[in-house]
């Protein structure tokens, strides 16, 4: 596509970490859907990153149109500097695109003794409590928390009951979704995987009003506005889509995807062994919270993504044939040799 | 109880806020139980309230077992004057209380202009994903966000499928709980509302896994971190229990209660305006999303509460009798005159 060297490598470590992670939706698989965007001209292949305004503990990050699996690290490397300095770093990016796996973006603060937060909007396919409108992405939320001797604490999960990437497996192998998803055209909940080709829309964690998801719809929202509103960036419906045959939203109120970087230093509040210490204790003891029947043990964010990763780093990573094939494609299409 | 005016007056409002807001939970439904853990020597009426350790942007402040009713607006405060100064202020605080509705202490950014953020954690009766043992509180989470011409959003929820107030309410009555709120003591989803008094728990946000009940527990987990891993407060099963009856944890790794403050400046970002002007058309274009059959209009987090405080500005608060009673026993405890 044009990227830099250094961007091209950035960039496939980005979606490399996620295959090895196990959010296969986020890996290698999307690598044809940002080459596609190039195409359209939506993704600018050599952006000129940079800051555009700030405060000792702030900044906003213009991100020229370039790949957010780029643009996303430039902002968490000026968030972690700002932390250096003053304790804490808050970067809000505009005119960005898909970001990848947001886990990578604020697991780069742990080498750094710092808390790292990322966030992102998205394009629109969830629908508010009590809406048939899809108004907001799945906006996820991931925070990576440093310990001494246990590995970190790393959530990283969309707002929504579930992610697009688990909804899009039980569509490639025509299974039902579990109530609580998606709902359909009319604002009832559906077990079909496919609601959203005909006009229905995914749901935000909680499900339905009676389990909470207007707290769903508030993290959501809350994603959406500290990522674009504060930026500048396009929120809400007007998100870009990702699908580069998705026409663009007309009256777009900002420039592009926005995202939301965040880094605490720990030492900013504690000695950091101190802190550390206690994440080990705080680890342990939720590790072995008694579990219930049939549940070996109590899992800590993070957990899932590290077996996974310990094994893929042995075993490789498998492939969809249809992955395959679109990577082919894409070698295709370049000149480059398939291997 | 031997409170200075100043302190009195404080947690009185935030008192009220939370019964004028429809969170009749948070309200003077608890002044006797902040009483009886005064009685209990757990609650220190005349705290030393400090900022033990800073940096530009962070502090953690000690409230010497103060009242969180008045140890958070004091963290909010500092939060605030450093967001003055850098951008953004962050405070962790420790050897705290239960602090009311974590929504007052968000509130108080937006006369600045800021974003305010406000969370606790809290007496552990929630249990994680796959466990039957009670390590995390109900943790909420306040966010209020200033706009321009429109009312301001306030997200303010509990990490669990519903709050503690909505469970006692059913207790009360006597009715059942809906699948998902809380489990029994084996670890099964049960419509017991009384789960709890036979040692069953509470469900985080989500319900259970294949809803995102992991992505709850999460959240609820980093409430606690920053609010008592952060300060040096008690985390996770160790947090101090709000009725004064139940017999401290033993083996506390920290002080207290934490909290977790945050305020960060629109302007850090880019000009009010622009900003406020920006979260006004977010506010309308969310509110004029379609709603399904049989809804009027879609909710902006914070307009229930507002509303509800309207009416209650001009028509007073109702209260249960036995809050009445409860209050007459107060006033009578303290040989004041009960209106």
């Known amino acids: 596509m044009g990227c830099n060297k250094a961007h091209a490598t950035l960039a496939t470590e980005v979606l490399l970490s996620a295959d090895l992670r196990g959010v296969d939706s986020h890996g290698v698989a999307r690598l044809s859907g940002y080459v596609r965007l190039w195409e359209a001209k939506r993704i600018n292949a050599n952006p000129n990153i940079k800051v555009i305004y700030e405060t000792p503990s702030t900044a906003v990050v213009d991100g020229d149109a370039g790949l957010g699996l ?16 003053v304790g804490t770093g808050w970067v809000s990016v505009k005119n960005s695109n898909h970001f990848g796996i947001a886990g990578y973006h604020a697991m780069m603060a742990l080498e750094h003794e710092m808390i790292g ?28 928390i440093p310990a001494n001797n246990e590995p970190a604490f790393v959530a990283d999960f969309a707002t929504t009951t579930a992610s697009n990437g688990k909804l899009e497996i039980l569509q490639r192998k025509n299974q039902e979704a579990p109530a609580g998803w998606v709902q359909d055209l009319e604002g009832n909940s559906t077990t079909n995987a ?12 909680g ?18 506005i500290f990522s674009a509103v504060l930026s500048g ?91 395959v094939e679109d990577l082919r494609a894409v070698a295709d299409k370049f000149g480059i040799r398939f291997m």
């Open 70 to 85: 780029v643009v996303a690290p430039f902002a968490m490397q000026v968030a972690i500097e700002k932390a250096q300095k």
């Open 117 to 144: 937060m990322a966030m992102t909007n998205a394009s629109a396919l969830v629908a508010p409590t009590f809406s048939v409108e899809r108004m907001l992405g799945t906006n996820p939320i991931a925070v990576a």
């Open 194 to 205: 496919n609601a959203l080709k005909s006009g229905g829309a995914m749901l935000p964690l």
């Open 207 to 224: 499900g339905d009003r009676e389990h909470g998801s207007h707290k769903g719809y508030a993290l959501g929202s809350i994603v959406d």
């Open 233 to 323: 960036a396009s929120y809400g419906p007007w998100a870009p889509p990702f699908p580069a045959y998705v026409p663009m939203p007309e009256n777009m109120p900002g420039e592009g995807l926005g995202h939301f970087l965040g880094a605490m230093r720990v030492d900013a509040f504690r000695p950091a062994s101190e802190f550390t210490e206690n994440m080990d204790n705080w680890i342990r003891r939720f590790r072995s919270a008694k579990p219930a029947d049939g549940y070996e043990k109590i899992l800590i964010p993070g957990d899932p993504e590290r077996e996974m990763e310990s094994i893929r780093q042995q075993e490789g990573i498998p492939l969809f044939v249809s992955v």
